[in-house]
Structure formats: structure tokens, C-alpha cells
């Protein structure tokens, strides 16, 4: 009862409120929803992930709640789906879909990957194996590219390390020299690895095949203060969050700055200390907007 009410009030917030475009640079946008809650009411507390596919799925690490959340916005029309608790994961900091519809979270205590099935069932946690010297690693962050290979973060040992979908060793490619600190890493639809350096705003690029990383922006200090996460969209743009600076900044395929969205604040449309986004086919981006305990979900207007 509750999903169905949350539509009504959505579909009629949207039919009845003037809908505000925002211009930053090159990039137009809108807001359009914001989640704060279960079906049941419970409040989301401090969100640090957020995962969304072309199925119009959305799942939230509503890390403070030591719980998975699952919606689907079709059609300007959100359904709250099913709310995740497992033993296995406690302290959900980073989620992604991969092809199949399952979700892989990363535990921010334990720094181990688990996997669930599309409907939350834990499936055992991801084990790479055949990992060269150095074998030990620590996982800061990882993503799925669209063949469902896994790209690991390991700030033990300055490198990201690409596994098959089953967890295999493929390769890795050392982080670049003169690096500050690595956050996150993304995979274009070119098959392109991009890193983001928090410490020195900037970001990085190993060309589809490529063994090194190169610099593809300068240092972007005057832009973002600390970037902690990267993603891109399907016509190759790159989405850094800019936590400190409670913003997100949209750069093209060849490092040029197209825009800002969002600032600081506490009303809708606003963020304070965001974490993870996402980019769905239709242009909505979804934001884990953490200190405003919330998801924000804006509209790309092309």
C-alpha cells in the first residue's frame, strides 16, 4: 500500500509543481525525485551507495542502516521494492549491478566484495585468485565493465586489478607515477579505465588495452575540492562527485569541463557530503546524497 500511495504523491508532485531546470556550463538538469525511506517508513540514514541499471533498477547502501534498498522509477513512477539485511554485510559503503541484474556491495569494514542475486540473496563474496606478487591487496573501491569483468581499487599495493566475472586474475595496470591518493575508478563504454585522484583533483586514463595510466585533465583544484568517486554515461561523459565540496562536477572524453551540478544545501536538489552516482540510459542520475541521509534523482536534459 505504502509503494502504491508513494507513486500518487510522486506522479501528482510532478503534474502539480512548475518543474525548475538548472544550467551549469554545458549540462542541463532537473530534479525529480528524492528517496528518503523504506516502504515502511524507516528513514534512510547516511547513504554512501547508490547503483542503478537500464532496467530502471535502483539499489541504495544505506550504510548507516546496515541494509540494501531496491527500487524501480519507470515511467516517473517509483515502486519501493525489498529492503536487504545480511550478516554477511554490515557496512554497505559501494554497490553495482552487473549484466545479470545481481548486485555486488562492498562491506566498508570488512573490504570484501559480497554478491547477492537480483532479488538480495547472498551468493558468497567475490575471492580473486591467481593474483601476482604482491597477492595480498585492500580494496578501496571497484567497478563492472559491460562484459562483467571486475576492476579492483588496491591501495596496498597501487595498482587496479582486473578479474573475469568469476574473480580470475586477468591483469593490472599500476597507478601513475606522482599519483596523490586513488579513490575510485570507472570503465567507459570504450572500454576505457579512468581513475579519479582525490588529493590532487585530476583524472586519469588507461585507453582501452593500454598497460599505463596518462594524465587526461590537469590538476583541478580551482574546480573540485576532494573527488572520491567517478562514473560515466553512455555517450562518454564523466561524473566525478566532489564530497567536500557537495557537488558534482561533468567533464567530456577529453578532460574539457562542461559543467556543475548541484551545490551545498539542505532543500531538495542540493547535497551535502554525496558519495556514489549513477547514470542510467534515460539520463537520470542518482546521487547518495549522505549527510542530507537521502538519494536525489536528477534528470539529464539533452
Not at 517508513?41 to 554512501?48: D, S, T
Amino acid at each position: 500500500m505504502r509503494g502504491a500511495l508513494i507513486n500518487i504523491f510522486l506522479i501528482a508532485a510532478v503534474m502539480l509543481s512548475p518543474v525548475r531546470a538548472f544550467s551549469a556550463g554545458a549540462i542541463k538538469y532537473m530534479h525529480i525525485y528524492t528517496l528518503y525511506d523504506d516502504e515502511k517508513g524507516k528513514g534512510l540514514k547516511n547513504p554512501e551507495g547508490v547503483a542503478c541499471n537500464d532496467e530502471s533498477r535502483i539499489v541504495v547502501a544505506d550504510t548507516a542502516n546496515s541494509r540494501l534498498l531496491q527500487y524501480k522509477l519507470e515511467d516517473r513512477t517509483l515502486t519501493v521494492g525489498n529492503e536487504i539485511v545480511l550478516p554477511q554485510v554490515t557496512y554497505p559503503v559501494l554497490v553495482k549491478f552487473n549484466s545479470k541484474g545481481e548486485i555486488l556491495t562492498l562491506d566498508g569494514k570488512l573490504r570484501r566484495i559480497a554478491r547477492l542475486s537480483p532479488q538480495g540473496v547472498f551468493a558468497g563474496y567475490l575471492e580473486p585468485s591467481g593474483i601476482p606478487s604482491p597477492a595480498s591487496y585492500s580494496i578501496k573501491s571497484f567497478e563492472i565493465d559491460r562484459d562483467d569483468n571486475i576492476y579492483i581499487v588496491d591501495v596496498l599495493s597501487a595498482r587496479v586489478i582486473v578479474l573475469n566475472p568469476d574473480g580470475t586474475y586477468q591483469e593490472h595496470i599500476d597507478f601513475p607515477g606522482g599519483h596523490g591518493f586513488i579513490s575510485d575508478v570507472s570503465v567507459d563504454f570504450k572500454g576505457n579505465v579512468l581513475l579519479v585522484d582525490s588529493v590532487k583533483s585530476r583524472v586519469y586514463v588507461a585507453l582501452k588495452g593500454a598497460k599505463e595510466f596518462s594524465p587526461l585533465t590537469e590538476v583541478m583544484k580551482e574546480q573540485m575540492r576532494f573527488p572520491t568517486s567517478i562514473s560515466t554515461d553512455s555517450r562518454g561523459r564523466i561524473y566525478l562527485v566532489d564530497r567536500n565540496g557537495s557537488r558534482i562536477m561533468v567533464i567530456g572524453q577529453d578532460g574539457s569541463f562542461l559543467g556543475q551540478m548541484s551545490e551545498l544545501g539542505w532543500k531538495e536538489g542540493l547535497l551535502n557530503y554525496p558519495s556514489q552516482l549513477c547514470v542510467n540510459d534515460k539520463g537520470e542520475v542518482a546521487v547518495a546524497d549522505t549527510n542530507n541521509s537521502r538519494v536525489q534523482i536528477f534528470q539529464l536534459i539533452k
